[in-house]
């Protein structure tokens, strides 16, 4: 499978602006039909607690754009997006929509980042999500929610393969997004790619560092500082070989051997 890390320098609170950069950074890079584009958290405005600016209307514009470039090239597009104001918040949502359009999943950050009071202004999700694409059981997550590794583990029983995480993780942490990717994908025995933002913000810098790790811990890729397009290939066939031949999921006790190697069955 093919991936697209899209590492984006966003504009803060700047919808038009950033939906135009991630048009122009697209349509410069060369992109296979069938590709997995994956943007960023919040890819319209930047990580603002300020609703009245990030969440989407009831038109969607944010999922409207994805679901146009989704057309346009022929692939498959992740991003992170704000949804509409409900009872005062709104929620910090991963969408994904398939090359036809088709909305293929829709997960909500699980684990709102308490030191900016993310939860004052967005909703908890309550559960992982796993959908599948090209024959491939896939989870994302959010940014903070890579610090909670027990919410990755059921998606994981409930047969994912591929573990996203998209975010807008700063510099003064950074060290700790690409152990803690690492992390993720050694012990879930899957491939895992992080895609993270570039640039500034008014009170916090990004080095990017968009990276990948296969499912046995190994490097892939990982971004400089600066806006780009990182394309990468991820070996599902040896993930499932190495899941095969190495336990350690089917050993979790009280769990099956089903739940953890049956590749076909449709979310």
């Given at each position: 499978?093919?991936?697209?890390?899209?590492?984006?320098?966003m504009?803060w609170?700047?919808?038009?602006?950033?939906?135009?950069?991630?048009?122009?950074?697209?349509?410069?890079?060369?992109?296979?039909?069938?590709?997995?584009?994956?943007?960023?958290?919040?890819?319209?405005?930047?990580?603002?607690?300020?609703?009245?600016?990030?969440?989407?209307?009831?038109?969607?514009?944010?999922e409207?754009?994805?679901?146009?470039?989704?057309?346009?090239y022929?692939?498959?597009?992740?991003?992170?997006?704000?949804?509409?104001?409900?009872?005062?918040?709104?929620?910090?949502?991963?969408?994904?929509?398939?090359?036809?359009?088709?909305?293929?999943?829709?997960?909500?950050?699980?684990?709102?980042?308490?030191?900016?009071?993310?939860?004052?202004?967005?909703?908890?999700?309550?559960?992982?999500?796993?959908?599948?694409?090209?024959?491939?059981?896939?989870?994302?997550?959010?940014?903070?929610?890579?610090r909670?590794?027990?919410?990755?583990?059921?998606?994981?029983?409930?047969g994912?393969?591929?573990?996203?995480v998209?975010?807008?993780?700063?510099?003064?942490?950074?060290?700790?997004?690409?152990?803690?990717?690492?992390?993720?994908?050694?012990?879930?025995?899957?491939?895992?790619?992080?895609?993270?933002?570039?640039g500034?913000?008014?009170?916090?810098?990004?080095?990017?560092?968009?990276?990948?790790f296969?499912?046995?811990?190994?490097?892939?890729?990982?971004?400089?500082?600066?806006?780009?397009?990182?394309?990468?290939?991820?070996d599902?066939?040896?993930?499932?070989?190495?899941?095969?031949?190495?336990?350690?999921?089917?050993?979790?006790?009280?769990?099956?051997?089903?739940?953890?190697?049956?590749?076909?069955?449709?979310?």
């Amino acid at each position: 499978m093919q991936i697209a890390a899209v590492q984006l320098n966003m504009a803060w609170e700047d919808k038009a602006a950033n939906h135009q950069r991630l048009r122009d950074l697209l349509s410069a890079a060369t992109i296979q039909p069938g590709t997995l584009v994956i943007v960023p958290e919040m890819f319209e405005t930047g990580f603002s607690m300020n609703v009245d600016v990030t969440a989407q209307s009831e038109a969607r514009e944010g999922e409207a754009l994805l679901r146009d470039l989704a057309r346009q090239y022929d692939v498959t597009m992740m991003g992170g997006v704000a949804s509409p104001v409900s009872d005062g918040r709104s929620s910090n949502q991963c969408v994904v929509f398939a090359p036809d359009g088709t909305q293929l999943a829709r997960y909500q950050k699980m684990h709102p980042f308490s030191i900016t009071g993310e939860a004052n202004h967005y909703t908890a999700g309550t559960s992982p999500v796993v959908f599948q694409w090209q024959g491939v059981k896939i989870t994302p997550f959010i940014c903070y929610d890579l610090r909670f590794p027990e919410i990755f583990r059921p998606a994981i029983l409930r047969g994912a393969e591929l573990i996203t995480v998209i975010a807008c993780w700063p510099t003064v942490r950074s060290e700790h997004w690409v152990r803690l990717l690492q992390a993720r994908a050694i012990e879930n025995l899957a491939p895992v790619v992080g895609v993270n933002r570039c640039g500034e913000e008014p009170k916090l810098k990004f080095d990017g560092r968009s990276c990948a790790f296969d499912h046995m811990g190994t490097p892939l890729f990982e971004a400089s500082d600066q806006e780009q397009v990182i394309i990468t290939e991820i070996d599902l066939e040896a993930a499932r070989r190495w899941r095969s031949k190495f336990p350690a999921l089917q050993d979790i006790t009280g769990v099956s051997d089903s739940a953890v190697v049956d590749h076909s069955t449709p979310n």
